[in-house]
């Protein structure tokens, strides 16, 4: 069974930092574009970052480039989302996501797996 669990969620002041981190297993993910996107409340889901799985070829959504920083470790099949210098307007649940086919992503089309969110909130 494929599962993608994320971790690493929680309450954070304004101006700090988190790691999330997404285990993925059931398969083998070495083909696999991975990523992260958020979904704040009242608000839909949206993208935040995507790492191609071989090359390490990396995509951010504009409002948090130069601030969140995208990695994988394959040995692992885990991807990691460094995230720093936090505001409100990043709380939300973030949600791991992979897909096989069309390269790296910046939109949430033709995801094959999703996880089922880690909750960041960030208070000021």
């Known amino acids: 069974q494929v599962q993608l669990v994320e971790s690493g969620g929680g309450l954070v002041q304004a101006g700090g930092s988190l790691r999330l981190s997404c285990a993925a297993s059931?398969?083998?993910?070495?083909?696999?574009?991975m990523g992260w996107f958020r979904q704040a409340p009242g608000k839909e889901r949206e993208f935040v970052a995507a790492?191609?799985?071989?090359?390490?070829?990396?995509k951010y959504a504009d409002s948090v480039k130069g601030r969140f920083t995208i990695s994988r470790l394959g040995a692992k099949n885990t991807v990691y989302l460094q995230m720093n210098s936090l505001g409100s307007e990043d709380t939300a649940v973030y949600y791991c996501?992979?897909?096989?086919?069309?390269?790296?992503?910046?939109?949430?089309?033709?995801?094959?797996?999703w996880g089922k969110g880690t909750p960041v909130t960030v208070s000021s």
């Open positions: 059931g398969r083998t993910f070495s083909s696999y574009a």
């Open positions: 996501a992979a897909r096989s086919a069309g390269g790296i992503f910046g939109g949430d089309d033709g995801m094959d797996y």
């Open positions: 790492i191609n799985w071989i090359g390490g070829i990396t």
